[in-house]
């Protein structure tokens, strides 16, 4: 079965900045992939990039086997229009560092809402999901709150369920736990711990949670310049690195 | 300074009466900022950068020469090249036109409050441009400038008597005509000012109350 994710020689500038430079990278159907390394090493935009908040300037993604940003008008490729972004962007999920939660509804809201306005689930239907995803998360008793009212921890569990509301293959998690406090990271940790049992899910996980990245991953990548500097299991990765940089980042890591 | 109290008594109808265009002129130049201040908005965010910075361009030009000069061009002038307008309706315009520039700032600091996070979080869930800002986005931007506008009504209201400039009977006027018939200016002024302080002064309140419900 062809990847799930397939990004092939993507290159990403911001002005002089080379932040991707020609990234290639596979991500299997139900693989946990974690990217770590150096801040501004572009792990963050390769989640960015396949969430299309990110254009491209040079490359291909293919998300589930077909290309995001091209799309075929008879027998053309023609650039991607609003339409075909919008059906490739329903096979993704993201859960971002700072939540973003819209403060303005309940958690039932934040988490109904959505696949109600975008999906067109009747009323009933976008509810039971919505209860039923809030309740996997562990916050039945806040349905009827406000963001704000809830701790950090709290507000990233309600992000959670609801990009899951939206049954998407892939899920991607950009540094979900970076704006907690140390105390509140451990509840988010339990709730990707439980989706890393779902054997459909795909997760990318950009992480500088070196004990969790290794503890649910099937393989980790190691960015440095906006390319992949060393992959394989964590068990490789992690105990005997070839690459001298990686070896020098986890060092750098475990002492701090 | 003597104040004739039978004089004022009998003259506080007709003010009264002309308070009522007054207020009205109020409205309908907040109604006409308010729309023209959202598409100057909206051009002052366009993909074309001439666009920008015409309408840029126009809104400091606005803002930078007077109200009464801007009213006597529309009034005296356009007429000789063909435009023709009532009084009402060229004060009206020339008020609305004048505040739209400040207003469109408003809206554009409005829009901008709302964190870029809430953009991306529409587009990660799949909302449509236009879904995402009226669901997301004005939601959001709305309530903090409801106070802001209500307070440029209120200071449009008591820019209204530029109007008396160019022939529109309102409660300015009202009391300029009585006060020459008669060579009596301390009791009209005098009403004029308390009516224009009692109305100001609801209003404020009106605001305060707003703002009070916004704010949770």
New interface residues.
């Given amino acids: 079965m062809s990847p799930i994710i397939t990004l092939r020689d993507v290159r990403k500038t911001f002005g002089p900045l080379v932040v991707l430079d020609g990234l290639n990278m596979e991500v299997q159907r139900g693989e946990k992939v974690a990217l770590i390394g150096p801040s501004g090493s572009g792990k963050s935009t390769v989640l960015r990039t396949i969430m299309t908040l990110e254009t491209i300037d040079g490359g291909e993604i293919e998300i589930d086997g077909e290309s995001l940003w091209h799309m075929k008008r008879g027998s053309r490729v023609v650039p991607a229009n609003e339409a075909h972004l919008r059906r490739m962007r329903s096979k993704v999920g993201m859960v971002f560092q700072q939540f973003n939660l819209f403060p303005h509804w309940t958690v039932l809201k934040n988490v109904m809402n959505p696949v109600r306005t975008v999906l067109g689930l009747p009323e009933p239907e976008a509810r039971a999901r919505a209860e039923e995803l809030i309740a996997l998360v562990g916050l039945q008793d806040k349905v009827n709150q406000y963001p704000g009212r809830l701790s950090g921890g709290q507000q990233q569990r309600v992000a959670i369920a609801r990009a899951l509301a939206f049954r998407p293959k892939v899920m991607l998690f950009d540094e979900v736990t970076s704006a907690l406090d140390p105390e509140l990271v451990g509840e988010v940790l339990n709730v990707l711990r439980m989706l890393a049992h779902e054997h459909d899910l795909t997760m990318i996980m950009v992480t500088h949670q070196m004990g969790f990245a290794r503890e649910i991953s099937d393989r980790i990548l190691f960015f440095e310049h906006g390319r992949i500097a060393e992959e394989g299991t964590p068990e490789k990765v992690f105990n005997c690195p070839t690459n001298d940089r990686t070896r020098a980042f986890l060092t750098a890591v475990r002492q701090a | 300074m003597p104040f004739d109290f039978e004089f004022a008594k009998s003259i506080l109808p007709h003010l009264l009466e002309a308070s009522v265009i007054t207020i009205a002129a109020t409205f309908v130049s907040f109604a006409i900022a308010l729309v023209i201040g959202l598409f100057l908005a909206l051009g002052l965010r366009s993909r074309f950068a001439l666009v920008r910075r015409g309408i840029w361009g126009a809104t400091q030009f606005i803002r930078s020469t007077p109200l009464l000069v801007q009213l006597y061009f529309l009034f005296f002038v356009l007429p000789e090249i063909g435009i023709t307008m009532p009084p009402f309706l060229t004060g009206v315009i020339g008020l609305g036109a004048h505040y739209s520039c400040y207003i469109a700032e408003v809206y554009r600091a409005g829009l901008e409050s709302v964190?870029k996070?809430?953009w991306?979080?529409a587009?990660?869930?799949?909302?449509?441009r236009s879904?995402a800002m009226t669901?997301?986005i004005l939601?959001?931007a709305i309530p903090p400038m409801i106070p802001v506008l209500a307070n440029y009504m209120i200071t449009m209201f008591k820019d209204t008597p530029v109007m008396a400039s160019i022939t529109v009977i309102e409660l300015m006027q009202t009391a300029n005509i009585i006060a020459s018939e008669r060579f009596l200016y301390v009791e009209p002024m005098t009403l004029v000012g308390l009516i224009f302080l009692a109305l100001s002064l609801v209003a404020s309140f009106g605001v305060r109350l707003i703002e009070g419900r916004l704010v949770r």
């Fill in positions: 964190p996070g809430q991306e979080a587009v990660a869930l799949n909302y449509g879904r669901e997301i939601p959001q």
